[in-house]
């Protein structure tokens, strides 16, 4: 039998890629949206392998509704991929409170709510696969991202504490880190509602960096992303972060030098203390 996925954020990008992948491979998927309307054409290419449902992570009851209709449909749940994101341009000090709660509503709590809704199944199973759409930046730091950094952040803190849990109960979880792939999430890219024009030197070259990200050759193809995840599903064993993309591998590769660097540095301070 082929696996069930449950993916969210379906409606382009990387989700789409991966769902329309699962399928071709001759797997079930519960393809997910905030207007399944935008899933119609993958249906109408794998009316037999690809179900659709509304699902905003932000609400609760869409994502119960969402994980009883993947039961109803496909039997249950062996990968949900969290995937659903979008990224806020902005500052520390430009970020307001909620700003800052809707990122985390959308990267954090809505894949946290996700999980807890199908990790009964996947114990009751004895097996199923997490995986975790972050990015670089959730194991290194951008100036202007700092939302979306921290929002990514607490995704990997939430993963690690969560492979702990269930590795003794055959479920496994795997944080995906991409770096730059073709699609809209620089053109979707919100911008905090405040501008303080003394940081634009350090966080205006990174928001030049995002845009245009759509259909640029030069950047990771989704389907190639795709690939990456079936195989990681379909391996025994995987490392619990996987940087998806060679500048993923050259920015986390100087990102863990600089903190080897930080971490030396810091023992000449703290030595001796007790
Ligand atoms: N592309 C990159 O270079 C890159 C790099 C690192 C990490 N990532 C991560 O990859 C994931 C996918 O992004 P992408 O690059 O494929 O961008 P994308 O093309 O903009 O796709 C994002 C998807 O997330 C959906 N979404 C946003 N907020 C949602 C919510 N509250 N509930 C449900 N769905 C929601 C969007 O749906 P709507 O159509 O309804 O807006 C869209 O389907 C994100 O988590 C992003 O942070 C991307």
Known sequence: MGRRWLVTGCSS??????????AAAGDSVLATARKPAALHDLQRRYPDRIATAAL??????QCEAAVAHAVDRLGGVDVLVNNAGTGLFGAVEEVSDQELREQLETLAIGPWRLARLVLPLMRSQGSGHIVNVS?????????GLAAYVTAKHALEGMSQALAAE?????????????GQFASRYGSSLAEARSRVAAYDP???????ALRGMEGNADLGDPD???????????AD?????????PD???YLGASDEAHREDFETARTFTLGAS
Not at 56 to 61: A, E, I, L, S
Not at 202 to 208: A, C, D, K, M, N
């Open 56 to 61: 905003d992570v932000c609400d609760p009851g």
């Open 13 to 22: 990008g990387l989700g789409r890629a991966v769902a329309a992948a699962a």
């Open 135 to 143: 990015s670089v930046v959730g194991r290194m730091a951008l100036p």
């Open 248 to 250: 993923a591998y050259a």
């Open 224 to 234: 190639r992303f795709a690939e990456v995840v079936l195989r990681i599903v379909a």
């Open 237 to 245: 064993r995987t490392p619990l972060r996987v940087p998806v993309g």
């Open 166 to 178: 269930v590795g003794g109960l055959g479920i496994r979880v795997t944080v995906l880190e991409p």
């Open 202 to 208: 350090v966080t205006g070259p990174v928001r030049e």
